[in-house]
Protein backbone atom coordinates (compact mmCIF):
# COMPACT_ATOMS: atom_id res chain seq x y z
CA UNK A 1 0.00 0.00 0.00
CA UNK A 2 1.82 3.11 -1.46
CA UNK A 3 1.81 5.98 0.93
CA UNK A 4 2.37 9.62 0.29
CA UNK A 5 4.90 9.18 3.56
CA UNK A 6 5.97 6.10 5.53
CA UNK A 7 5.57 7.79 8.61
CA UNK A 8 3.49 6.00 11.25
CA UNK A 9 -0.25 7.23 11.33
CA UNK A 10 0.07 8.63 7.92
CA UNK A 11 -3.04 8.74 5.52
CA UNK A 12 -2.29 6.17 2.92
CA UNK A 13 -3.79 5.80 -0.06
CA UNK A 14 -3.51 2.78 -2.29
CA UNK A 15 -2.14 2.43 -5.16
CA UNK A 16 -5.66 1.71 -7.36
CA UNK A 17 -6.56 5.63 -6.10
CA UNK A 18 -3.48 6.89 -7.29
CA UNK A 19 -3.55 4.56 -10.74
CA UNK A 20 -6.87 6.41 -10.97
CA UNK A 21 -5.48 10.04 -10.49
CA UNK A 22 -2.57 9.42 -12.90
CA UNK A 23 -5.10 8.16 -15.72
CA UNK A 24 -7.51 10.93 -15.02
CA UNK A 25 -4.52 13.58 -14.59
CA UNK A 26 -1.89 12.34 -16.37
CA UNK A 27 1.66 12.10 -15.46
CA UNK A 28 3.59 13.71 -13.67
CA UNK A 29 1.24 14.60 -11.33
CA UNK A 30 2.37 16.07 -8.05
CA UNK A 31 -0.22 14.21 -5.00
CA UNK A 32 -0.22 15.81 -1.53
CA UNK A 33 -1.50 14.70 1.41
CA UNK A 34 -3.40 17.67 3.66
CA UNK A 35 -3.51 15.54 7.01
CA UNK A 36 -0.20 14.90 6.49
CA UNK A 37 0.73 19.06 6.27
CA UNK A 38 -1.42 19.64 9.01
CA UNK A 39 -0.59 17.51 11.24
CA UNK A 40 3.37 18.81 11.01
CA UNK A 41 1.99 22.53 11.41
CA UNK A 42 0.56 21.33 14.72
CA UNK A 43 3.65 19.35 16.18
CA UNK A 44 5.07 22.60 15.52
CA UNK A 45 2.24 24.69 17.30
CA UNK A 46 2.07 21.92 20.17
CA UNK A 47 5.50 22.22 21.16
CA UNK A 48 5.11 25.87 21.53
CA UNK A 49 2.32 26.06 23.28
CA UNK A 50 3.40 27.26 26.43
CA UNK A 51 5.37 30.22 24.44
CA UNK A 52 4.21 33.32 22.73
CA UNK A 53 4.91 32.34 19.48
CA UNK A 54 3.93 32.01 15.41
CA UNK A 55 4.17 29.50 12.68
CA UNK A 56 5.29 31.49 9.50
CA UNK A 57 4.95 28.38 6.64
CA UNK A 58 8.03 29.44 4.02
CA UNK A 59 6.31 29.74 1.32
CA UNK A 60 8.94 28.93 -0.88
CA UNK A 61 8.87 25.21 -0.20
CA UNK A 62 5.30 24.97 -1.99
CA UNK A 63 3.59 28.47 -3.10
CA UNK A 64 0.25 26.09 -3.72
CA UNK A 65 -3.00 28.61 -2.80
CA UNK A 66 -4.77 25.34 -2.17
CA UNK A 67 -2.51 24.67 0.13
CA UNK A 68 -1.50 28.09 1.83
CA UNK A 69 -5.52 28.72 2.06
CA UNK A 70 -5.46 25.73 4.41
CA UNK A 71 -2.49 26.98 6.24
CA UNK A 72 -4.01 30.27 7.17
CA UNK A 73 -7.42 28.86 8.09
CA UNK A 74 -4.83 26.76 10.61
CA UNK A 75 -4.06 29.93 11.82
CA UNK A 76 -0.61 30.19 10.51
CA UNK A 77 1.63 32.97 9.50
CA UNK A 78 4.03 33.18 6.45
CA UNK A 79 7.88 34.08 5.44
CA UNK A 80 7.89 35.17 2.03
CA UNK A 81 11.02 36.67 -0.09
CA UNK A 82 9.33 38.08 -3.27
CA UNK A 83 6.48 40.50 -4.38
CA UNK A 84 5.08 37.02 -5.85
CA UNK A 85 4.83 35.21 -2.41
CA UNK A 86 2.84 38.18 -0.87
CA UNK A 87 0.41 37.95 -3.66
CA UNK A 88 -0.13 34.45 -3.33
CA UNK A 89 -0.43 34.58 0.48
CA UNK A 90 -2.98 37.59 0.04
CA UNK A 91 -5.16 35.47 -2.79
CA UNK A 92 -5.52 32.43 -0.45
CA UNK A 93 -6.59 34.15 2.20
CA UNK A 94 -3.63 34.70 4.43
CA UNK A 95 -3.49 37.43 7.22
CA UNK A 96 -0.63 40.31 5.92
CA UNK A 97 -0.23 41.06 9.55
CA UNK A 98 0.55 37.75 10.11
CA UNK A 99 3.40 37.68 7.41
CA UNK A 100 7.25 38.07 7.63
CA UNK A 101 9.52 39.32 4.59
CA UNK A 102 12.96 37.95 4.40
CA UNK A 103 15.41 37.64 0.96
CA UNK A 104 18.55 40.00 0.45
CA UNK A 105 17.33 41.72 -2.60
CA UNK A 106 13.73 43.12 -1.58
CA UNK A 107 12.80 45.90 -4.74
CA UNK A 108 11.20 48.94 -3.82
CA UNK A 109 8.09 47.42 -5.61
CA UNK A 110 7.94 44.37 -3.70
CA UNK A 111 8.61 47.14 -0.47
CA UNK A 112 6.11 49.32 -1.39
CA UNK A 113 3.27 46.19 -1.92
CA UNK A 114 4.49 44.63 1.40
CA UNK A 115 3.69 47.96 3.10
CA UNK A 116 0.78 48.25 1.57
CA UNK A 117 -0.51 45.10 2.81
CA UNK A 118 0.43 46.27 6.40
CA UNK A 119 2.81 42.74 6.43
CA UNK A 120 4.11 41.98 10.44
CA UNK A 121 7.81 42.54 9.87
CA UNK A 122 10.51 42.82 7.90
CA UNK A 123 13.92 40.75 7.71
CA UNK A 124 16.42 43.55 7.02
CA UNK A 125 19.89 41.92 5.31
CA UNK A 126 21.81 45.11 4.56
CA UNK A 127 22.35 48.88 5.59
CA UNK A 128 21.33 50.11 2.20
CA UNK A 129 18.01 47.75 2.05
CA UNK A 130 17.20 49.18 5.32
CA UNK A 131 18.00 52.73 4.01
CA UNK A 132 15.40 52.14 1.40
CA UNK A 133 12.80 50.81 3.33
CA UNK A 134 13.10 54.12 5.40
CA UNK A 135 12.79 56.03 2.49
CA UNK A 136 9.60 53.97 1.12
CA UNK A 137 7.88 54.36 4.92
CA UNK A 138 8.53 57.81 4.64
CA UNK A 139 7.35 58.24 1.39
CA UNK A 140 4.35 56.28 2.47
CA UNK A 141 3.89 57.74 5.74
CA UNK A 142 3.83 55.12 7.15
CA UNK A 143 6.01 53.36 10.12
CA UNK A 144 7.60 49.98 8.94
CA UNK A 145 8.48 47.06 11.19
CA UNK A 146 12.27 45.07 10.75
CA UNK A 147 14.26 42.69 12.29
CA UNK A 148 17.73 42.43 11.06
CA UNK A 149 18.49 38.91 9.80
CA UNK A 150 22.24 38.07 11.64
CA UNK A 151 24.70 36.15 10.51
CA UNK A 152 25.59 34.25 13.34
CA UNK A 153 29.03 32.35 11.31
CA UNK A 154 27.28 29.01 12.48
CA UNK A 155 28.16 26.30 10.44
CA UNK A 156 24.92 23.59 9.53
CA UNK A 157 26.11 20.26 8.31
CA UNK A 158 23.84 19.78 5.06
CA UNK A 159 24.52 20.26 1.82
CA UNK A 160 26.73 23.41 0.73
CA UNK A 161 23.98 25.27 -1.71
CA UNK A 162 21.48 24.82 1.18
CA UNK A 163 24.04 26.27 3.98
CA UNK A 164 23.30 29.77 5.08
CA UNK A 165 24.61 30.43 8.50
CA UNK A 166 28.58 31.41 7.81
CA UNK A 167 30.31 34.88 7.18
CA UNK A 168 31.38 33.93 3.51
CA UNK A 169 27.40 33.60 2.51
CA UNK A 170 25.36 36.29 1.35
CA UNK A 171 22.74 36.40 3.77
CA UNK A 172 22.23 38.38 7.22
CA UNK A 173 25.03 40.45 8.31
CA UNK A 174 27.51 39.97 11.31
CA UNK A 175 26.73 40.92 14.74
CA UNK A 176 28.58 44.04 14.82
CA UNK A 177 27.30 45.20 11.61
CA UNK A 178 23.52 44.24 12.78
CA UNK A 179 24.07 46.25 16.29
CA UNK A 180 25.35 49.43 14.48
CA UNK A 181 22.41 49.33 12.16
CA UNK A 182 20.32 48.93 15.07
CA UNK A 183 22.00 51.73 16.69
CA UNK A 184 21.72 54.15 13.33
CA UNK A 185 17.76 53.85 13.25
CA UNK A 186 16.95 53.71 16.83
CA UNK A 187 15.61 56.66 16.73
CA UNK A 188 13.92 57.03 13.41
CA UNK A 189 10.40 58.50 12.48
CA UNK A 190 9.23 55.51 10.32
CA UNK A 191 11.39 52.54 11.03
CA UNK A 192 10.45 50.29 14.41
CA UNK A 193 13.00 47.72 15.43
CA UNK A 194 10.41 44.81 16.34
CA UNK A 195 12.61 42.03 15.72
CA UNK A 196 16.03 39.72 15.05
CA UNK A 197 16.18 36.73 13.16
CA UNK A 198 18.20 34.27 11.60
CA UNK A 199 18.20 31.27 9.38
CA UNK A 200 20.73 28.89 9.24
CA UNK A 201 20.11 26.52 6.63
CA UNK A 202 18.01 23.78 5.42
CA UNK A 203 17.51 19.98 5.73
CA UNK A 204 19.30 20.16 9.06
CA UNK A 205 19.11 16.95 11.41
CA UNK A 206 20.43 18.11 14.09
CA UNK A 207 19.42 20.29 17.07
CA UNK A 208 22.70 21.35 17.98
CA UNK A 209 23.47 24.60 15.22
CA UNK A 210 20.02 25.83 16.41
CA UNK A 211 21.37 26.08 20.01
CA UNK A 212 24.48 27.88 18.67
CA UNK A 213 23.28 30.28 16.82
CA UNK A 214 20.69 31.17 19.62
CA UNK A 215 23.51 31.27 21.88
CA UNK A 216 25.19 33.83 19.49
CA UNK A 217 22.21 35.89 19.57
CA UNK A 218 20.95 35.92 22.63
CA UNK A 219 23.74 38.14 24.40
CA UNK A 220 22.81 40.69 21.14
CA UNK A 221 18.60 40.43 22.40
CA UNK A 222 19.87 41.47 26.05
CA UNK A 223 22.02 44.50 24.88
CA UNK A 224 19.33 45.72 22.46
CA UNK A 225 16.41 45.42 24.48
CA UNK A 226 18.42 47.99 26.38
CA UNK A 227 17.43 50.35 24.07
CA UNK A 228 14.59 49.04 20.96
CA UNK A 229 11.73 47.71 21.74
CA UNK A 230 12.34 43.98 20.29
CA UNK A 231 9.62 41.78 20.46
CA UNK A 232 9.87 38.85 18.38
CA UNK A 233 12.88 36.16 17.40
CA UNK A 234 13.13 34.71 14.24
CA UNK A 235 14.72 31.79 14.23
CA UNK A 236 13.87 30.68 10.25
CA UNK A 237 13.12 27.37 8.95
CA UNK A 238 15.89 24.83 8.08
CA UNK A 239 14.49 21.44 10.20
CA UNK A 240 14.94 18.45 8.00
CA UNK A 241 13.49 14.84 6.77
CA UNK A 242 14.39 11.67 6.96
CA UNK A 243 14.63 11.11 2.84
CA UNK A 244 16.18 7.78 3.60
CA UNK A 245 13.86 6.15 5.78
CA UNK A 246 10.36 8.48 5.75
CA UNK A 247 10.70 8.15 9.42
CA UNK A 248 9.33 11.06 10.77
CA UNK A 249 11.90 13.71 12.63
CA UNK A 250 10.56 15.21 15.66
CA UNK A 251 10.88 18.68 16.08
CA UNK A 252 10.97 18.89 19.99
CA UNK A 253 14.38 18.31 20.42
CA UNK A 254 15.18 21.33 17.77
CA UNK A 255 12.57 23.87 20.39
CA UNK A 256 13.85 22.53 23.51
CA UNK A 257 17.00 24.81 23.93
CA UNK A 258 14.34 27.75 22.84
CA UNK A 259 11.65 27.22 25.14
CA UNK A 260 14.20 27.06 27.68
CA UNK A 261 15.84 30.31 27.18
CA UNK A 262 12.96 32.30 26.03
CA UNK A 263 10.60 31.46 28.58
CA UNK A 264 10.70 33.86 30.89
CA UNK A 265 11.99 37.11 28.07
CA UNK A 266 8.29 37.95 26.57
CA UNK A 267 9.39 37.62 23.01
CA UNK A 268 6.99 36.16 20.22
CA UNK A 269 9.03 33.32 18.53
CA UNK A 270 8.68 32.96 15.40
CA UNK A 271 9.39 29.65 12.94
CA UNK A 272 9.94 29.64 8.72
CA UNK A 273 9.25 26.02 8.91
CA UNK A 274 9.00 24.38 5.03
CA UNK A 275 10.50 21.31 4.09
CA UNK A 276 9.01 19.88 7.50
CA UNK A 277 5.73 21.12 6.54
CA UNK A 278 5.08 20.00 2.99
CA UNK A 279 8.25 17.23 2.00
CA UNK A 280 6.81 14.16 3.17
CA UNK A 281 3.24 15.05 2.77
CA UNK A 282 3.87 15.25 -1.48
CA UNK A 283 4.81 12.68 -3.88
CA UNK A 284 5.43 13.05 -7.66
CA UNK A 285 3.92 10.16 -9.94
CA UNK A 286 5.79 9.15 -12.96
CA UNK A 287 5.22 7.14 -16.15
CA UNK A 288 8.27 4.77 -17.22
CA UNK A 289 8.11 5.20 -21.29
CA UNK A 290 10.90 3.08 -21.84
CA UNK A 291 13.61 0.90 -20.52
CA UNK A 292 16.94 1.00 -22.21
CA UNK A 293 20.05 -0.94 -21.69
CA UNK A 294 23.27 0.08 -22.85
CA UNK A 295 26.70 -1.23 -22.48
CA UNK A 296 26.53 -2.35 -18.82
CA UNK A 297 24.20 0.15 -17.84
CA UNK A 298 20.41 0.29 -17.81
CA UNK A 299 18.11 3.41 -17.49
CA UNK A 300 14.49 3.04 -16.66
CA UNK A 301 13.38 6.51 -18.95
CA UNK A 302 9.93 8.25 -17.09
CA UNK A 303 8.30 11.06 -18.03
CA UNK A 304 8.70 13.15 -15.38
CA UNK A 305 12.33 15.26 -15.87
CA UNK A 306 14.26 17.57 -14.01
CA UNK A 307 12.21 20.59 -14.80
CA UNK A 308 9.68 18.48 -12.44
CA UNK A 309 11.42 18.22 -9.42
CA UNK A 310 14.98 19.33 -9.58
CA UNK A 311 16.16 18.53 -6.56
CA UNK A 312 18.73 15.15 -7.43
CA UNK A 313 20.12 17.11 -9.82
CA UNK A 314 20.59 20.49 -8.05
CA UNK A 315 21.58 19.30 -4.39
CA UNK A 316 22.39 15.34 -5.08
CA UNK A 317 19.35 14.99 -3.30
CA UNK A 318 18.09 10.86 -2.11
CA UNK A 319 14.53 10.72 -2.79
CA UNK A 320 12.89 7.17 -2.12
CA UNK A 321 11.50 5.40 -5.40
CA UNK A 322 9.75 2.75 -5.68
CA UNK A 323 7.04 1.22 -8.50
CA UNK A 324 3.42 1.44 -7.06
CA UNK A 325 2.56 -2.43 -8.33
CA UNK A 326 6.33 -3.88 -8.08
CA UNK A 327 6.03 -6.95 -10.24
CA UNK A 328 7.91 -10.34 -8.61
CA UNK A 329 11.49 -10.76 -9.41
CA UNK A 330 14.79 -9.76 -8.30
CA UNK A 331 15.68 -5.85 -7.78
CA UNK A 332 18.52 -4.59 -9.87
CA UNK A 333 20.32 -1.25 -10.08
CA UNK A 334 19.16 1.07 -12.84
CA UNK A 335 19.63 4.47 -13.59
CA UNK A 336 16.18 6.54 -13.25
CA UNK A 337 16.11 9.03 -15.80
CA UNK A 338 14.08 11.90 -17.11
CA UNK A 339 13.33 12.86 -21.19
CA UNK A 340 15.63 16.19 -20.77
CA UNK A 341 18.46 17.08 -22.83
CA UNK A 342 21.01 17.18 -19.86
CA UNK A 343 22.75 14.66 -18.29
CA UNK A 344 21.98 15.62 -14.80
CA UNK A 345 18.14 15.00 -15.68
CA UNK A 346 18.08 11.89 -12.97
CA UNK A 347 16.16 10.71 -10.12
CA UNK A 348 18.56 8.33 -8.98
CA UNK A 349 21.86 6.47 -10.15
CA UNK A 350 22.33 2.75 -10.02
CA UNK A 351 19.45 2.45 -7.37
CA UNK A 352 17.93 -1.17 -6.79
CA UNK A 353 14.62 -1.11 -8.25
CA UNK A 354 12.13 -3.79 -8.47
CA UNK A 355 11.37 -4.72 -12.21
CA UNK A 356 9.33 -2.50 -13.89
CA UNK A 357 7.96 -2.63 -17.23
CA UNK A 358 6.75 0.94 -19.73
CA UNK A 359 3.38 1.97 -18.53
CA UNK A 360 4.32 1.09 -14.82
CA UNK A 361 3.91 3.93 -12.16
CA UNK A 362 6.69 4.88 -9.88
CA UNK A 363 6.13 7.12 -6.95
CA UNK A 364 8.74 9.73 -5.88
CA UNK A 365 8.14 10.08 -2.46
CA UNK A 366 8.76 13.10 -0.05
CA UNK A 367 8.74 15.65 -3.32
CA UNK A 368 6.22 18.06 -1.74
CA UNK A 369 8.67 20.96 -0.64
CA UNK A 370 10.89 22.40 -3.30
CA UNK A 371 9.36 19.77 -6.21
CA UNK A 372 6.84 21.95 -7.80
CA UNK A 373 8.01 25.33 -6.82
CA UNK A 374 11.41 24.47 -8.34
CA UNK A 375 9.68 23.55 -11.26
CA UNK A 376 10.15 24.83 -14.64
CA UNK A 377 9.44 24.94 -18.40
CA UNK A 378 12.78 24.26 -19.38
CA UNK A 379 12.54 21.95 -22.63
CA UNK A 380 9.48 23.45 -23.05
CA UNK A 381 7.62 21.29 -20.75
CA UNK A 382 4.59 22.34 -19.30
CA UNK A 383 4.48 22.05 -15.63
CA UNK A 384 3.10 18.98 -14.05
CA UNK A 385 -0.62 18.83 -12.32
CA UNK A 386 -1.06 19.12 -8.57
CA UNK A 387 -3.96 16.82 -6.68
CA UNK A 388 -4.31 17.32 -2.68
CA UNK A 389 -5.97 14.77 -1.02
CA UNK A 390 -8.47 15.72 1.74
CA UNK A 391 -10.60 13.55 3.66
CA UNK A 392 -10.23 10.72 1.56
CA UNK A 393 -11.26 12.58 -1.57
CA UNK A 394 -8.72 13.75 -4.03
CA UNK A 395 -9.40 17.80 -5.67
CA UNK A 396 -7.32 19.26 -8.92
CA UNK A 397 -5.73 22.31 -7.23
CA UNK A 398 -3.89 22.82 -10.23
CA UNK A 399 -4.43 21.92 -13.61
CA UNK A 400 -1.57 20.56 -16.30
CA UNK A 401 0.04 23.48 -18.20
CA UNK A 402 -0.93 23.34 -21.30
CA UNK A 403 1.17 24.77 -24.98
CA UNK A 404 -0.96 27.67 -25.33
CA UNK A 405 0.21 28.84 -21.31
CA UNK A 406 3.71 27.93 -22.17
CA UNK A 407 3.04 30.59 -24.84
CA UNK A 408 0.65 32.88 -24.01
CA UNK A 409 3.12 35.76 -22.65
CA UNK A 410 4.93 36.10 -25.56
CA UNK A 411 4.13 38.83 -27.87
N1 LIG B 1 13.39 30.98 5.92
C1 LIG B 1 14.32 31.42 5.07
C2 LIG B 1 14.82 32.80 5.21
C3 LIG B 1 14.80 30.58 4.06
O1 LIG B 1 15.74 31.01 3.22
C4 LIG B 1 14.30 29.26 3.95
C5 LIG B 1 14.77 28.34 2.91
C6 LIG B 1 13.31 28.84 4.87
C7 LIG B 1 12.90 29.73 5.85
C8 LIG B 1 12.70 27.47 4.85
O2 LIG B 1 13.66 26.51 5.10
P1 LIG B 1 13.24 24.98 5.30
O3 LIG B 1 12.44 24.86 6.57
O4 LIG B 1 12.41 24.59 4.13
O5 LIG B 1 14.51 24.26 5.35
N2 LIG B 1 15.57 24.19 -2.57
C9 LIG B 1 16.32 23.58 -1.49
C10 LIG B 1 16.04 24.27 -0.18
C11 LIG B 1 16.30 25.74 -0.23
C12 LIG B 1 15.99 26.44 1.07
C13 LIG B 1 16.06 27.90 0.91
N3 LIG B 1 15.65 28.66 2.06
C14 LIG B 1 16.02 22.10 -1.47
O6 LIG B 1 15.23 21.61 -2.27
O7 LIG B 1 16.61 21.37 -0.64
Redesign the pocket.
Known sequence: MPQISKRQNSGSISARQLEILARRHGTPLYVYDWEEIARAWREFDQELSDLPHLICA?V??NANLALLGGLAKLGSGF?I?SGGELARVLRAGGAANRVVF??VGKTRDEMDAALQAGVLLF?IESAPELALLEARARARRQTAAFGIRVNPNIAAPT?P??A?GLHRHKFGLAAPAALALYEKYRSSRWLRARGLSF?IG??ILDPRPFAAALAKVLPMIRHLRQFVPLGYLDI?????IDYRHGRAVPVGPFLMPLKKSLAASGLTLLL?????LFASAGLLLTRVLYIKDNARRRFVIVDAGHNDLI?PA??D?WHRIAPLRPRPGAARRVDIVGPICETADFFALERPLAPVRAGDLLAIYDAG??GFS?SSNYNARPRAAEVLLENGRARLIRRRETYADLMAPEI
Open positions: AKADVSGNHHITHSQGGGLGEPGRRRFYAAYL
